[in-house]
Every structure is written in C-alpha cells, then in structure tokens.
C-alpha cells in the first residue's frame, strides 16, 4: 500500500483496521514531523522577547508516554490541551509562520484524540501536514515563477514535490509496521518517534 496525496479515503481505510492506540501512534509520529516548525516559530518570537514555556512539546511527550503504558488521568489531557491552547502566542503570529499554527493544531488534535480515540480525529492531524505541504510547496512554486509550471495543476506540483512524495512514502511505512505489531512495545514507540527525524529538520527541510 503506499498512499498518495490527498487520498482521504484510502487513509481512512487503513485506519480503522488499526486499533485505536495504534491511531494515536501514527498521529503522533506525525507531529514529530511537524513539530520543529513550532520550534522554528517559538525562537523567533522569543527574540522579540517571548518568554513563555514550550507546552506544546511537553504535551507531545506526554501522548508518548501515554503510548507506553502511563496510566493518564482524562483530566490531565484536558488541561493540557486548555493550557497549550491558552498558551499558544497567537500576538506574535504573521503571514510567515502557518506552519507553526498547523504544527500546534496537529498537537491539539492528538490530545482530544487520545481522550476519544477515533478514524475521524486521526485524520484531522493527516489533514494538518497535507496543508502544510500545499501552502509551503504552493509559496515555493510561486517564488519560482517558472513557466513551465502554468501547464500543471497546483495539486499534480504539490503530488509530485519530493517534500510529499518522502511525507507519503513515510505515513505509508508507517502504517504497515503499526499493522504488522499488535503490541506497542518500548522498542517500537521509539523506532515510530525517532525514524521521523531527519536531521532535527520537519518535513519541509526546515529547522
């Protein structure tokens, strides 16, 4: 199976033959993905002396340990998700930073999943990178301004950008390891979280 670009369907499909914790993992190991576009955004308000705590990495630490076993009560994922929410520094944002929004969202969106586990709150995180990559792989082709582009649809560039093609064939990995291990072992958590790295960089190159 390997999924493509924008293909909700398919995606919603191999969902729901996944156990619900096995959906949290792979919405987590999405936000790895995205995450560093919030650090990006985070130490550049910070230079305009922003000064606040990082909850957003706080909570996505704690959905992993959810995944390994700690016992959460509902409550502290309801506070949580209130606490990033409320912390988010929307003041400081502009039209340079969505990134770091979607990246923030995909995490709230983990949260709520982790309280109600479901196919449906899954792919609101999938949809958050899918629009990241629109946006960036649009703004990039429109920098470009080549010509050859205007014969080609914005959706065929964005399908085709290495940028998506790697993000496809990395959910596609992915979602076959989750089928083939009934159990999220420590050893397995740590492979899902880690193999998402690259090079400290997101998933648009971006650090």
């Not at 929410?85 to 969505?98: A, G, L």
């Not at 309280?115 to 082709?141: C, G, H």
Request: aromatic letters at 10%; charged letters at 30%; a negative charge.
């Amino acid at each position: 199976m390997n999924l493509k670009y924008g293909e909700f369907d398919i995606l919603e499909r191999e969902l729901e033959a996944l156990a619900p914790m096995h959906q949290v993992a792979f919405a987590a190991a999405c936000c790895e993905r995205l995450y560093p576009h919030y650090d990006i955004y985070l130490r550049t308000i910070r230079e305009d002396d922003w000064d606040g705590e990082d909850l957003f990495r706080v909570a996505l630490d704690e959905i992993w340990k959810f995944l390994a076993g700690k016992k959460v009560d509902a409550s502290r994922f309801r506070q949580l998700y209130s606490d990033c929410d409320q912390s988010y520094p929307s003041d400081y944002e502009n039209v340079e930073t969505p990134e770091g929004q979607r990246a923030a969202d995909a995490i709230l969106n983990t949260l709520e999943l982790c309280l109600d586990p479901s196919v449906r709150q899954t792919i609101l995180v999938a949809k958050q990178i899918y629009q990241t990559l629109f946006e960036y792989i649009d703004y990039l082709t429109c920098e470009s301004e080549d010509e050859n582009s205007e014969d080609i649809s914005e959706e065929e560039i964005v399908t085709n950008h290495p940028f998506t093609v790697r993000e496809m064939a990395k959910q596609s990995e992915d979602l076959q390891r989750l089928r083939e291990t009934p159990t999220l072992t420590g050893e397995f958590l740590q492979w899902l979280r880690t193999s998402s790295e690259n090079g400290g960089k997101s998933l648009l190159d971006l650090s």
